[in-house]
T-cell receptor, first 112, second 116 residues
Framework: AQSVTQLDSHVSVSEGTPVLLRCNYS??????LFWYVQHPNKGLQLLLK??????LVKGINGFEAEFKKSETSFHLTKPSAHMSDAAEYFC??????????FGAGTTVTVRA | GAVVSQHPSRVICKSGTSVKIECRSL??????MFWYRQFPKQSLMLMAT?????????EQGVEKDKFLINHASLTLSTLTVTSAHPEDSSFYIC????????????FGPGTRLTVL
C-alpha cells in the first residue's frame, strides 16, 4: 500500500520569495514520485518526477524537489515565486502497476 | 510529454440522462488510460484503469454499471455516466500512460459535469 501526505493545505508567499511545499510518502517498495500543478479549471501539468536516479530533481518553471529516503520526504521548492505560480499542487506516488495516489493538495497563493 | 484532449470540456444534463466523455491521446498510442474524478477543493481519486481491447478495471467503490468505460482504440477511451444524478456532478479527468517501463501519466484538461 502507498500513500502521500501533503503537510500544508495552503501556502501563501510574497512574490520573489522562496516557496516550500512539503510532502511525505509511504510505499512498500521503491516508489516513483511526482509533483503536478493544476491551475483553476485546468488539467494537471507534470512539474517533475523522481525515479531512483538523482535525488535532487529539477523540473519546469524553476521548481525542484529533493528525495530523502531516510525522511520519506519529497519536498518541492522554488527560489523565487512568481504570480503565475498561484495554483494547486499535488504530490503523487506511483505503485508498481502504475496507479497513482494523490496527496490532498496544497493551494499556493502569491502576494504582490 | 504527450498531448491529451477531452470532449466536452463542460456538460450540463438533466437527472436520469446519460453523458459520454471522450479522452483522446493525440500524439501517441496509449494502451492504458486512467479515469479520475475530482470534487471541488479535493484531490483526484482514481476511478478505473482503461485497457485497450479489454475490460476496464474499476477501483473499489466505483460502480462499473454506472460508469461505463470503453477503450476501443489506442487513441480513444470513453467514459459514460449512465442515469446521472446530481451527486455525480464532478470534474472528470483522464490520463494516458506512455508505453514501456515509464510510469509517467499525462492528463487531459478535464470535463466539468453538472447534473441538474
Amino acid at each position: 500500500a502507498q500513500s502521500v501526505t501533503q503537510l500544508d493545505s495552503h501556502v501563501s508567499v510574497s512574490e520573489g520569495t522562496p516557496v516550500l511545499l512539503r510532502c511525505n510518502y509511504s510505499s512498500s517498495y521503491s516508489p516513483s514520485l511526482f509533483w503536478y500543478v493544476q491551475h483553476p479549471n485546468k488539467g494537471l501539468q507534470l512539474l517533475l518526477k523522481y525515479t531512483s536516479a538523482a535525488t535532487l530533481v529539477k523540473g519546469i518553471n524553476g521548481f525542484e524537489a529533493e528525495f530523502k529516503k531516510s525522511e520519506t520526504s519529497f519536498h518541492l521548492t522554488k527560489p523565487s515565486a512568481h504570480m503565475s505560480d498561484a495554483a494547486e499542487y499535488f504530490c503523487v506516488v506511483s505503485d508498481r502497476y502504475y496507479k497513482l495516489s494523490f496527496g490532498a493538495g496544497t493551494t499556493v497563493t502569491v502576494r504582490a | 510529454g504527450a498531448v491529451v484532449s477531452q470532449h466536452p470540456s463542460r456538460v450540463i444534463c438533466k437527472s436520469g440522462t446519460s453523458v459520454k466523455i471522450e479522452c483522446r491521446s493525440l500524439d501517441f498510442q496509449a494502451t492504458t488510460m486512467f479515469w479520475y474524478r475530482q470534487f471541488p477543493k479535493q484531490s483526484l481519486m482514481l476511478m478505473a484503469t482503461s485497457n485497450e481491447g479489454s475490460k476496464a478495471t474499476y477501483e473499489q467503490g466505483v460502480e462499473k454499471d454506472k460508469f461505463l468505460i470503453n477503450h476501443a482504440s489506442l487513441t480513444l477511451s470513453t467514459l459514460t455516466v449512465t442515469s446521472a444524478h446530481p451527486e455525480d456532478s464532478s470534474f472528470y479527468i483522464c490520463s494516458v500512460k506512455t508505453s514501456g517501463g515509464t510510469d509517467t501519466q499525462y492528463f487531459g484538461p478535464g470535463t466539468r459535469l453538472t447534473v441538474l
